[in-house]
């Protein structure tokens, strides 16, 4: 089906260990980007892509790792999980010439980090 | 740097009452974009509107309407005669345009529409 799609949706962690959060998106979308959000906080921008091998740091960048080898897959990787972590995680993408029109959203995946 | 500012973190409303969400923002860009989203309590993000900043015209749609005031920096978000299924939480957002284009989002109003 077309559309953004994340997975898993739930996810239960061990500190210490990595974990990948996984994104697709069919629509051949040129940028991709990856949120989390916390109570409190709204969304924050974690990283964002403007291409296939092209990435860049948003706002709280700090313990994920990003890579973009094909346009379609944006995924997201804890390192090493921390309970710091634990957040609902959105991925989004836009189509390059047409930003004014804003962002599609996945489904959000919901990580635990225990 | 870019900032959007939701002030109201938590509004309660009885059914029928009308209501309106504020969001202010801050940027330097004389070019950009605010949307309003909507986070139903099953989680995802539902795109409600987006304004260009030079498009200052109020916009209606249904029951739904919005209030752009460059001059105060303001993009307000009204529902009139509120029903229990708008209770969620609102998203209001700023888009840059200029080099690599990314979505700030205030923190968010959760509304409450009780019956």
């Known amino acids: 089906d077309a559309g953004i799609t994340q997975s898993p949706r739930y996810k239960i962690t061990e500190t210490g260990r990595q974990v990948t959060l996984m994104c697709h998106q069919t629509?051949?979308?040129?940028?991709m980007f990856w949120y989390r959000q916390d109570l409190g906080h709204g969304l924050r921008l974690i990283y964002y892509?403007?291409?296939?091998?092209?990435?860049d740091k948003g706002e709280v960048p700090d313990g994920y790792v990003v890579s973009r080898s094909k346009t379609e897959n944006f995924p997201l990787t804890l390192e090493s999980a921390t309970r710091s972590q634990t957040s609902v995680y959105f991925c989004?993408?836009?189509?390059?010439?047409?930003?004014?029109?804003?962002?599609?959203f996945g489904s959000g995946t919901r990580l635990t980090v225990v | 740097a870019q900032k959007v500012t939701q002030a109201q973190t938590e509004i309660s409303v009885v059914e029928k009452e009308d209501v309106t969400l504020d969001c202010v923002y801050e940027?330097?860009?004389?070019?950009?974009?605010l949307f309003w989203y909507k986070q139903p309590p099953s989680g995802e993000l539902v795109f409600l509107i987006r304004?260009?900043?030079?498009?200052?015209q109020n916009e209606i749609s249904g029951r739904y309407s919005w209030n752009f005031q460059k001059s105060t920096s303001s993009f307000n978000f009204t529902i009139t005669a509120s029903q229990v299924v708008d209770s969620a939480v609102y998203f209001c957002?700023?888009?840059?345009?200029?080099?690599?284009?990314?979505?700030?989002f205030g923190k968010g109003t959760m509304l409450l529409v009780s019956p």
């Open positions: 629509w051949s979308h040129s940028y």
């Open positions: 892509s403007a291409a296939a091998d092209i990435t």
């Open positions: 989004a993408s836009s189509e390059s010439g047409s930003l004014n029109y804003g962002y599609t």
């Open positions: 940027t330097r860009d004389t070019t950009y974009y």
């Open positions: 957002a700023l888009l840059k345009v200029s080099g690599y284009s990314t979505l700030t």
């Open positions: 304004r260009n900043s030079f498009d200052e």
